[in-house]
């Protein structure tokens, strides 16, 4: 037996083949290996998971459970298969059972079924760092690098994760019941949105927005005193971004931001301090805040537009984008990143209003 393997027994995987959710982990552990017969996710995070999942309303049994290797490694390190036979025979696999049972959705459980699947992962150094990166896309919807073509991949945490770190359970949940919505249908649905970037009928949107009865905006500077971009949205479907490169964007985004119209931000406390100190503009009806309404309704949670978005909208993890502005200097990725910005603060926004009505009426 190889050095790395902690067992010759193979752990095949286990589920209907008809079935509309598939579970990707990474390798057996021990319980999975001296089950007779050896079947995957049913030891203690096996365990987990069909707690959690019949909370979220998918029934562990309705699902197709597999891993990317059906051999266990060493001490559970999934590292140790990289690189080897096993690794290579179980991707091979587990391409056959994708186009097998062809389901609607794949979710990928931790860091290295993400990447394997997908191809994503967190960065390092500026530089993709396979296996990592989990955290911040749990909850992403991605395309399937594996098969191309293949069902689309839900991203969410290793339930031997979740049962170490209990304070994450709520978002496992959550994910798995996004999972259970994204079975329903086979594409992959982003919140739709139109990226209006300096638009020449700008005096007419401006005009429309004044008189809407909710904004979200935000602001992108470029440091201290300088302001890149200001986007905003009164509809929460055209993301309207004054630049920079406009000579007369601050004009008509001074506007907007000092209209009667009710205006919504995330940390809008930053904004709003800039625009007065930087710029002289009056803070106007400013009445919601996604980060305060985060810290009222869930006060244990995080409070960041990157974890609101993973759990209020669609839109799968889009915060290194800014960083890929950085990197390449191209604009259109800042302003595509602000409309992001805008567009889920808005969304948002308007689900956390509907769950105060409902808690305060
Ligand atoms: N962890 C996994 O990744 N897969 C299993 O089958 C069990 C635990």
Redesign the pocket.
Known sequence: MRDYLASTTK?PPFGPTNAAIMGV?????GE?IDHNPPR??V?K??QLLGNQSGRAGIPKRKMF?T?LSPLRPKGNKFVRLIGNEELTFGLEALKEDILRVNPKVIIA??GWPMYYLTGQCGLKNNKPNPGSGILARRGSVYENTLVEGGPKVLCTL???YVYRTPKVKPFFVHDLGRAKEESLFRDIRYPPYELLVDPPDIDVLVTEAMQSEWISFDIETFGPGEMSCFGFTFDGKRAIVLTFQNPYAWQWAKQVFECQAKKIAQYGTYDCMFLEFFYGWKKTNFAHDTYIGAANLEPGFPKGLDFLTSINTTFAFYKEERKEWKKTGDYHTLWDYNAKDVISTWITAMTQMEEIRELYG
């Not at 982990?25 to 552990?29: L, V």
């Open positions: 752990v982990g990474e390798a057996p552990g999975e995957p996710f030891g995070s096996g459970l891993n459980f931790g290793h339930p031997a």
